[in-house]
């Protein structure tokens, strides 16, 4: 008889943004399993599905519903209400999640509730709780802001994050963790979780791209969803810098993706007079920005709480040169002057990185060995996907086995 899965999740399948959503359930299909995914999809103007198509893999049994929505609550400007909104949405998805998530436990066979995320743990907790015959649990988390609030003792903030909190406390079968730079590991320390016995802290992985590179020194690059934690606008005023101070006119910055900041980065460039350097691509998808990021040589990464995200690691695997921040576990895989370039955030920052741009641009020799060293970090640190998604599926695998 077929192992079976029941996928929990408010992360929809793209092909502009995470890609290991969307792998994963593939990956277990792609094996023999019978695969089901439930999510509860956010179709808000300010979320980040109302802009990419549905997308239904072959050989999975979608279950789609959608966030509830209020149209004051869309129309919100004020931070705190458009986040008590977002919250309020979000716990509304769980019982949504964990109300049509036990019909399906009950009416098919599931070896295992797999949650995606906060939301998709808590409700797989909720449906094996009232089932009366257990089910194996996977707890599923693509990076955290929890460690960062713990490490700051903000009681208020976890308060209000109550939910991923619990998350991480619940005992899970099975914990996996992506290994993003935010610490997820430490989290479950911080709070003395008994997860730490189930847990896997895996890499994503990364394959090559396959159009042929021609770099373009003068060319660089920044892949990510335009939110204010992702500190576009420190690039822009790196750009800034190197136009108008160091007289580099024809460098250019190419700013992939979408999102609440992308209006606000535009005005920025348009008042720094930058329209000819920088350009705006929005969200596109992944087998269209090897176009893009081949021309470049480039790649600037500076979010504030951790750049170990797949964009870093795609740089690292297509030997870019990176300019990065020295926060979260960034620096276990940025070494400075090195294989890449990375720096505490201080008053100097701007100036600090415009300068070794302008080094990298005018030395020869320290471009090759700065991309010498980062091949080095290639092979030794990073896995295909293929490779990364075997790890996962083998580690469940034995859950149901056992």
């Given amino acids: 008889m077929k192992k079976s899965i029941l996928f929990l999740s408010i992360m929809d399948f793209t092909d502009k943004g995470i890609q290991v959503v969307k792998l994963t359930p593939e990956y277990f299909e792609k094996k023999g399993w019978d695969v089901h995914y439930l999510v509860t999809r956010d179709n808000s103007k300010n979320g980040s599905y109302h802009y990419q198509d549905i997308i239904d893999p072959v050989g999975i049994k979608m279950h789609r519903l959608s966030m509830p929505q209020l149209e004051l609550g869309e ?5 705190t209400l458009k986040t008590i909104y977002s919250k309020l949405r979000g716990y509304i998805s769980i019982i949504k999640l964990a109300w049509f998530g036990y019909k399906i436990a009950k009416n098919n066979k599931i070896d295992v509730l797999y949650g995606g995320g906060p939301h998709g743990v808590l409700a797989a907790h909720i449906i094996n709780f009232c089932l009366s015959d257990k089910r194996k649990v996977v707890a599923r988390f693509y990076g955290t802001f929890m460690y960062d609030k713990l490490l700051r003792d903000s009681k208020k903030e976890i308060l209000f ?10 005992q899970s079968d099975k914990i996996i963790i992506t290994n993003d730079g935010t610490q997820g590991d430490k989290a479950l320390e911080q709070i003395n979780s008994k997860n730490l016995n189930n847990l896997n802290f895996f890499v994503n992985g990364v394959e090559k791209h396959s159009t042929k590179s021609s770099n373009d020194i003068l060319s660089s690059y920044t892949v990510c969803r335009m939110a204010s934690w992702k500190r576009v606008d420190r690039v822009i005023n790196i ?12 460098f250019k910055y190419n700013v992939i993706g979408d999102g609440d900041e992308l209006i606000r980065l535009k005005k920025m460039t348009k008042e720094l007079d930058l329209d000819k350097n920088i350009i705006f691509h929005g969200a596109i998808k992944h087998d269209e920005l090897d176009n893009i990021i081949s021309k470049c040589s480039i790649c600037f990464s500076t979010y504030d709480l951790s750049n ?15 300019f990065t921040l020295n926060n979260g576990d960034t620096s276990s895989w940025i070494k400075h002057n090195e294989n890449g370039f ?17 080094r990298v641009l005018e030395d020869i020799n320290l471009q090759d060995k700065i991309i010498q060293n980062i091949k080095y970090t290639e092979k030794a640190k990073l896995w295909t996907w293929d490779e990364r998604l075997d790890a996962e599926y083998q580690e469940i695998n034995k859950l149901v086995e056992r």
């Fill in 75 to 79: 129309n919100f400007t004020n931070h």
């Fill in 161 to 170: 994050n109550w939910d991923e909190y619990l998350a991480f406390r619940l």
């Fill in 308 to 322: 170990v995200g797949n964009p870093l690691l795609e740089a690292i695997r297509e030997n870019k040169i990176i």
């Fill in 239 to 250: 750009i800034a810098i190197l136009v108008k101070t160091f007289g580099i006119t024809d």
């Fill in 342 to 358: 990375i720096y505490d955030v201080n008053d100097n920052l701007y100036d600090n990185v415009a300068k070794d741009v302008v």
